[in-house]
């Protein structure tokens, strides 16, 4: 065989070698439940004016990385579910005044059980 033979089979060789190390990332912030619970923030925010819903992150990420022995996940999920985001857009403004929601970010489970 030729260099160029021996160097093109050594190529495909190692090309089809397993990888140790692999990342997975997912930064998706199309996901539905990623909008629904940015819809309820606004729905709050229009029923509570005076109130600031900064700190509820409406955010999606993933990330795995398997690197040998080590197996590291970083999962961050939106505040709120499918559900909760359901129930707080669909929740009134007078039941999301009356159960507190406007006070302080509210907790999806006690205003939409």
Not at 27 to 35: A, G, L, P, S, Y
Not at 42 to 66: G, I, M, R, W
Request: charged content about 20%; hydrophobic content about 35%; some cysteine.
């Amino acid at each position: 065989m030729t260099p160029r033979t021996w160097f093109l089979v050594l190529f495909v060789a190692l090309s089809l070698l397993p990888h140790k190390a692999r990342s997975t990332t997912d930064d998706d912030q199309f996901r539905e439940d990623v909008i629904l619970c940015e819809e309820a923030v606004a729905h709050l925010e229009s029923c509570c004016p005076s109130a600031t819903f900064d700190n509820v992150a409406c955010k999606y990420y993933f990330n795995q990385d398997d690197c040998g022995d080590d197996n590291e996940v970083t999962l961050t999920l939106p505040a709120y579910s499918i559900p909760q985001s359901n129930c707080l857009r669909n929740a009134s403004c007078a039941d999301l005044v009356a159960s507190g929601a406007c006070a302080s970010p509210p907790d999806a489970g006690a205003v939409c059980p």
